[in-house]
């Protein structure tokens, strides 16, 4: 079946600094990727949809400066954290797919210290 | 808006034992609803769909029945394993609603003792 594979799986940065990550579709083109933000002991919310060769749609309350959102390809979708800081740490997770059932990327887990 | 209601946990078995989550949904259209399971570390992985009312999907033992007159998706197993232990996670999708993003349920973390 589809494959979405994310990048890293886990990732441990300084404050203010940048984390990059990055889901790909394998086998497949997603025009859509789906970006969601898990926060412990709670369910996932939607952060923000993102088309391929268009901008970013975010849900509300989501600053999109940043987390900045790009789907330069049919295979690759990037979430950029920037600036991050504690508050930012949580997991991260991409999915692609439709009303027949997402898959998922494995999920990143962010750190900022 | 749409939203996913699902009954809270933590759930805790034996193993054997018959295990039921309870999940109810608005929605303004006519939804695909799922089930998906997070297991400790791991990203999501859709354990069983339905899409259409009085559908009931099924996979590895769990069984849920799309009900439209109760606006439910219960979450049903005969006999839990102890590799049952997982958070599970009730969602829909309403395409016909104008969105195929997925609204997803609190989830509801089960523990399975030997």
């Known amino acids: 079946g589809a494959v979405v594979s994310q990048h890293p799986s886990w990732v441990i940065c300084k404050s203010g600094t940048s984390v990059k990550i990055e889901c790909r579709s394998l086998d497949f083109q997603a025009t859509t990727m789906f970006w969601y933000r898990q926060f412990p002991k709670q369910s996932l919310m939607l952060m923000a949809t993102?088309?391929?060769?268009?901008?970013?749609?975010?849900e509300q309350g989501v600053e999109k400066d940043k987390f900045l959102i790009n789907h330069a390809s049919l295979t690759l979708s990037t979430l950029t954290v920037t600036s991050a800081h504690p508050e930012d740490s949580s997991f991260y997770i991409c999915?692609?797919?439709?009303?027949?059932?997402?898959?998922f990327g494995s999920g990143t887990r962010l750190t900022v210290v | 808006g749409d939203s996913v209601t699902q009954m809270e946990g933590p759930v805790t078995l034996s193993e054997e034992a018959f295990l039921t989550i309870n999940c109810t949904y608005t929605a303004t259209g006519y939804p695909s609803l799922f089930w998906y399971v997070q297991y400790p570390g791991e990203g999501l992985q859709l354990l069983l769909k339905?899409?259409?009312?009085?559908d009931k999907g099924s996979n590895k033992g769990f069984e849920a029945t799309y009900r439209k007159e109760t606006t439910s998706f219960h979450l049903e197993k005969g006999s839990v394993q102890v590799s049952d232990s997982a958070v599970y996670f009730c969602?829909?999708?309403?395409?016909?609603?104008?969105?195929?993003?997925?609204?997803f349920g609190k989830g509801t973390k089960l523990t399975v003792n030997p």
């Open positions: 969602a829909l999708s309403d395409a016909q609603g104008g969105s195929e993003k997925l609204v």
């Open positions: 999915a692609t797919g439709a009303n027949y059932g997402y898959t």
């Open positions: 339905a899409t259409k009312a009085d």
């Open positions: 993102s088309n391929e060769g268009s901008k970013a749609t975010y």
